[in-house]
């Protein structure tokens, strides 16, 4: 082999280890809805009105009602759109860094491998974990997690929004304090109706609506009902819209 | 007629056409009102206001102007503008320059102004202060109207921008009271309804209040609200609330954690 040759295969190595590889991109992209008939909850409905609205938006929208998260773990990556209806997980009185999945049985999603796995029916749990991906969730556009404490740090499964962030999501919504049902959900159906509908009957920036639902719950309810621990980061300088349809920046 | 002008003709409607159906936003008789409202709220005419349609909540129905990016919800009933958001401050709203007495300060002067019965209200301590929401740091306040102890529907609710010390959100709500305000529940039953309800529950703690809500239909209602809180199961919280008639002792509302 010549020395050009060599010179070139080793450019295009090189060329190989700095260029991320990209999931696979959807024409129309993709999102994802997740509710679930818990024992003690049923959110299926609020993951099938945002799937409804991502529609009117243009997305290839999925409503995966009571699934587990190996499912979730699989489309993530080919995800414009996330969207996780349920509870957040509190582990030996520590809240936060991940979500919980049920069908049937439990299985999770969590922020960050910090030597702590969860158990189901006394046996290690399915899980997964965002640090150990690479570059496959950053041409996400969105990710919301409406769930308690998914904006909030745990020593033992880390921060679901700041991990989604570190990773390359271009705007992650949870919330760092504890959630009712069914207010956070009410906060849930308006957050996808303002990124519609939010500003002058036309949509309204990803920030701007998820800002104006909170006040949509203190004035219906009276009472923010933990809505205002929002915690969220978004892409500067914060004016993205979730139309038209598409996937997020790289 | 000429092919010209046919084609001309042709143009001015459909130009006439489309004029009025961008303008033809459904305002009703009380559009003046709506804007009188608005500029009587900021101080000076907001020649850009725009409405934008209508909102329902259980103790109100409200007609929402924009301006730019602000946002103004008007009472159908008293015509008082009765929220107030401002989008583009939130801009620079991770950066804190102002401290908590200064944003008080501020919002409180801001109340003073604009909520007809803010000298009735007592600022909540405990759901006061500074929230780190990541990219977006607010400073929140909230006072709350009590009569006789029980926590009524009114309140004001003022956010504020830590770097700016703008007023982002203003929600100020003052509803007549027009029911009987006595409870036929102690909270000794409140206590045991939550019990049963919440029977597979191992209860940690039990919070209870008296408040005058809105049932779903718009009916004011002297309410139970009851939180519990129970020992996590499968890594979650378990646990909730209810909201308990407190003349039937019927549970209106259930909620859980999540």
């Excluded at chain 1, 909030?152 to 499964?157: A, D, G, P, Q, Y």
């Amino acid at each position: 082999m010549s020395e050009t040759y060599i010179l070139l295969l080793t450019f295009i190595c090189a060329v190989g280890l700095v260029v991320p590889i990209s999931a696979t991109q959807y024409n129309p992209p993709w999102s994802h809805n997740y509710g679930f008939s818990y024992p003690d909850a049923d959110t299926r409905s609020y993951a099938t009105y945002a799937a409804g609205k991502q529609t009117s938006d243009g997305y290839n929208a999925f409503n995966l009602p009571n699934s587990g998260a190996y499912i979730s773990w699989n489309n993530l990556k080919d995800d414009a759109v996330f969207c996780f209806e349920g509870h957040g997980v509190i582990v030996d009185g520590e809240p936060g860094g991940s979500i919980r999945f049920y069908n049937g049985t439990n299985s999770f999603i969590n922020a960050e491998y910090l030597n702590y796995l969860l158990l189901d029916q006394g046996r290690i749990a399915n899980q997964y974990f965002l640090s150990s991906l690479s570059n496959e969730i950053q041409d996400s556009l969105l990710v919301v997690y409406v769930s308690c404490y998914s904006g909030k740090t745990s020593s033992k499964l880390g921060n679901l929004v700041e991990m989604s962030n570190t990773k390359g999501v271009d705007n992650t919504i949870g919330f760092s304090g504890a959630l009712l049902y069914p207010y956070a959900y009410y906060w849930s159906d308006r957050f996808w109706y303002r990124c519609l509908y939010g500003f002058f009957g036309s949509h309204q920036t990803i920030r701007n609506a998820a800002s104006g639902a909170v006040g949509d719950v203190m004035i219906a309810y009276g009472n923010p009902y933990g809505t205002q621990y929002m915690y969220a980061r978004y892409r500067s300088p914060y004016n993205d819209y979730l139309d038209p349809a598409r996937y997020g920046i790289i | 007629m000429k092919e010209t002008q046919i084609i001309l003709i042709s143009f001015i409607c459909v130009c006439i056409g489309l004029f009025v159906g961008v303008n033809a936003i459904p305002f009703n008789d009380n559009h003046q009102r709506y804007v009188d409202s608005v500029n009587h709220f900021i101080g000076e005419p907001s020649p850009g206001l725009k409405f934008s349609g209508y909102e329902y909540t259980p103790h109100a129905t409200y007609s929402v102007l924009f301006n730019n990016n602000m946002e103004f919800w008007i009472n159908e009933d008293n015509f008082l503008v009765e929220r107030y958001s401002s989008y583009d401050e939130l801009k620079d709203c991770n950066k804190i320059l102002i401290s908590e007495k200064e944003a008080l300060n501020i919002a409180e002067s801001f109340a003073k102004i604009h909520d007809i019965r803010y000298d009735s209200k007592c600022l909540m301590v405990n759901e006061t202060g500074l929230i780190n929401g990541g990219d977006i740091i607010q400073y929140n306040f909230l006072w709350r109207e009590y009569i006789n102890g029980i926590e009524s529907p009114n309140f004001t609710y003022i956010s504020i921008n830590p770097s700016s010390g703008k007023i982002v959100n203003y929600i100020g709500i003052n509803r007549p009271i027009t029911i009987n305000i006595t409870s036929k529940l102690t909270e000794n039953d409140v206590v045991n309804i939550a019990k049963h309800h919440f029977k597979d529950v191992e209860i940690d703690t039990i919070e209870t209040k008296l408040k005058i809500g809105y049932t779903n239909n718009g009916a004011q209602k002297l309410l139970w609200e009851c939180k519990v809180y129970g020992k996590p199961k499968d890594y979650t919280l378990t646990g909730g609330i209810l909201l308990i008639d407190a003349e039937t002792g019927e549970i209106i509302q259930i909620g859980s954690w999540l």
